[in-house]
């Protein structure tokens, strides 16, 4: 019998109980720097020259290179009278800053802001509200104003999204063939790295943002080129504003940061928007039905519960939801990753 199986040794639950010490190795290797300056090297480093180039101490870096090694996020190889360290493949892809599929940012905003939220999980289940209050001393009344606290962590939380878009939109986007829609609004479309994908993907189309005022500006500011043609911009508040006609609106990771309630508020009032034989995509983490998973889904779940107002739901709630509102020709479609899409018609 495998250790995987022995009662006697539990080893899943031993390393459910370390994997916040996963994480924190993860998210401090990338604060400190540790990938870009190997990246820039351009040539393996030794601990002391790691810990010279970053300002650290050489004990501690050297500890925290090993564990990296262990978690193949490096490469080690013996010297002469010390070991160097490389970046591997997917640490140059996906956690260097200057990688187009940088997912640094994302890494950071799970570091600063989410891991302090965790922190208070226990309490969250028992009162069944979110803890920004406990974790950052804020109130969560208006939680776009919670999450946006600063323009700082606007920031941060714009960087997150820009990040999870360059490695999932193209996925969600071209999971039906959205050609036949030429004019599409974005709501909540934030950074504009999923209207990227879209109009990547159907240079016949027009995608317009619809965001908060202050998230416009920060988009242009920080994340859209002056040559984005056909991406636009349309300042509002999707509850509060009306909403202009188009052929498709997006709502990617929209509906989950609220309760039924206000979810059902907004796709009618997407629906009374759309234009005859159009459409809704939404773009969300499905449950499967039976409870079962996706684990990922699941603790996305709970982090809506310490984070949101919402949750993640089944494919069966997010139908539910969508017929209500009046929408009709329901189709789901998996993408066998993070996130999934559901294209609905009027």
């Known amino acids: 019998m495998s250790s995987e199986n022995n009662v006697d040794y539990p080893r899943k639950i031993l390393d459910y109980v370390e994997g916040f010490l996963v994480s924190k190795t993860l998210f401090a290797s990338c604060e400190l720097g540790v990938y870009d300056l190997l990246l820039a090297s351009g040539q393996p480093l030794s601990a002391a020259e790691v810990a010279r180039g970053l300002g650290t101490s ?11 090694v262990g978690l193949q996020l490096l490469t080690a190889q013996a ?6 360290y490389s970046n591997t493949e997917m640490s140059k892809m996906y956690l260097t800053k200057s990688s187009p599929r940088s997912l640094f940012h994302s890494i950071q905003y799970n570091s600063k802001t989410i891991y302090l939220c965790w922190h208070y999980l226990t309490d969250a289940v028992r009162e069944g509200k979110n803890q920004y209050e406990k974790a ?9 104003e919670a999450l946006y606290r600063s323009d700082e962590e606007m920031v941060k ?3 997150l999204m820009n990040s999870i878009w360059n490695i999932c939109g193209k996925d969600v986007v071209t999971a039906f063939d959205l050609s036949p829609f030429k004019t599409i609004y974005d709501l909540g479309g934030c950074s504009g ?4 994908q879209c109009t990547s993907a159907y240079p016949e189309s027009t995608v317009t943002i619809f965001d ?12 859209m080129s002056a040559d984005e043609g056909r991406v636009f911009f349309h300042k509002g508040d999707f509850f509060k504003d009306s909403l202009p006609e188009a052929d498709l609106y997006i709502l990617a990771r929209i509906l989950h940061d609220w309760t039924d309630a206000r979810s059902l508020e907004l796709l009618t009032k997407v629906h009374r928007s759309c234009k005859p034989g159009g459409g809704v995509l939404l773009v969300e983490a499905l449950l499967n039905e039976d409870n079962s998973g996706p684990l990922t889904a699941q603790l996305y779940s709970l982090n809506m519960l310490v984070q949101t107002e919402g949750r993640e739901r089944k494919a069966s709630e997010y139908t539910a939801l969508l017929t209500t509102a009046g929408f009709a020709n329901i189709q789901v479609q998996r993408t066998g990753k993070i996130y999934d899409a559901i294209l609905a018609r009027k």
């Open 193 to 196: 790295a999923l209207a990227k």
């Open 157 to 159: 939380f714009m960087q």
């Open 136 to 144: 950052f001393g804020v109130s969560s009344k208006d939680l776009f």
């Open 58 to 68: 050489e004990d501690g870096m050297e500890r925290l290179l090993s564990a990296c």
């Open 79 to 84: 010297g002469d009278d010390k070991v160097l």
């Open 212 to 223: 908060l005022p202050k998230v416009v500006c920060t988009a242009k500011e920080h994340f």
